[in-house]
């Protein structure tokens, strides 16, 4: 996603992946050698060794879903003939220049000041279920221990931002 100002947004999902390799391989490697001080020395890095393992499997499926997301773009860019009027074509005049139904990005953003409330965006929604995740994420922003409770906010100081890409 990039915002008003053109900044990219999104995560470097393949970075992280590879970073968190690194530290998987560093990790294993000393469980390997095992010249640990004490146990709990080694309980705590089994301990990193478990979370890193289970936070690249989570990076690398939220990449593959990313990856697959480009590839429908790409090939309904591609259908267009030139790659490159596909593209600008998308760019000037969004998902509907492409022979693919758009998917829509649905976020609650702070009335008063802008801001997109954490945790509260949705990606790759269709067309029919958008009014659906706008009310849940409504309702999550303002049940208890959420956002709106924290802040002291009500419902009626929040809104939600539909884009299609």
Known sequence: ???NLGHHTDRDLTTELATLNREIAALT???????FHSPEAAWNTSGQLANA??????????????NAELNRLTAAIRTVGDPTLGFIAYVVFGPAALPVKPLYEVRVIERGN????????????????????????????VKRG??????G????EYRTLVTAY
Do not use: F, K
């Open 29 to 35: 490697g000393r469980i390997t050698i095992g010249l």
């Open 146 to 151: 959420g956002h709106a409770d924290v802040w």
């Open 53 to 66: 393992q289970t936070r690249a499997a989570l990076i690398a499926d939220e990449l593959d879903a990313e």
């Open 1 to 3: 996603m990039i915002n």
């Open 114 to 141: 802008g801001y997109t409330v954490p945790n509260l965006v949705r990606r790759r929604v269709a067309a029919e279920d958008v009014l659906e995740v706008q009310r849940e994420l409504l309702t999550a922003a």
């Open 153 to 156: 906010y009500t419902i009626r």
